[in-house]
């Protein structure tokens, strides 16, 4: 009888426990990790959840905030345009991606995508206009297709019970770094912005990207050996072409 009563016991302790293990996540990332492969040419992350019935919905993806040193062009002697200085840039990620569904607040989409960033971002150069080259930056890295602020679409399904789901496509650029994502979501309600969740994303290279890198960095010496053969031979090769080519016109 105590065996029965103990297992009992049991079951109503891990119950709960299972029924939590159960439930869905709050968000949900296909494909779950980024392969950067030979054909790599940017792909298209979906994004699903559920947001509170009413709410307008924003996802965004981000890396780790990264260092930047880059160069500050500007004329010489007021004629000559040249580097001039040199400007870091921290607190900046690689990539920063955002989508929002058609009803979210302007001043919601500034605080949480490239505006907002802006304030995150720290310039460090001997020029006293910090702010217009944290402005420049972001031009460049718009330009790059790595920051954009209409980087998807957000569309929601039925209402059911106080929730409208939601599935949001960033398309990512083809210019990904290996490394670690982050894939946020959130809820904005009556000026209110609430986090509806966070989700790991990591890109890592496979195939022919990922033998070079691994001989670059880990064997340079073998990789520089075979990168001077190959260039030798592509060169010989072109050379016997372009000679055969000119004896056969004459």
Known sequence: MRRVLLLLTLCCLLAPASAFAAEDPALAVTPPAIRIGALYDGIDLTVTGKAPAGAQ????????????HMKQKGKALGVLWMNLDKVTFTGAPKVFLIAASDGLPEASLDHLG????????????????????IKEFLHYQRAEKLYKDHAGTVTFGPEADGMRPFTAVLHVPSRLSPGAYAVEAFAVAGGTETALGEVDVAASFVGIPAFMANMAFNH??????????????GGFIIGQLCSGSKSGAH
């Open 114 to 133: 490239i505006p907002g960033l802006a304030e995150r971002i720290t310039a460090e150069a001997k020029s006293p206009d910090k702010a217009g080259l």
């Open 220 to 233: 340079g010496l073998l990789f520089g050996v075979l990168a001077s053969i190959i260039a030798i031979l």
């Open 57 to 68: 919905v924003a996802v965004r993806l981000s890396g780790e905030p990264d260092t930047f």
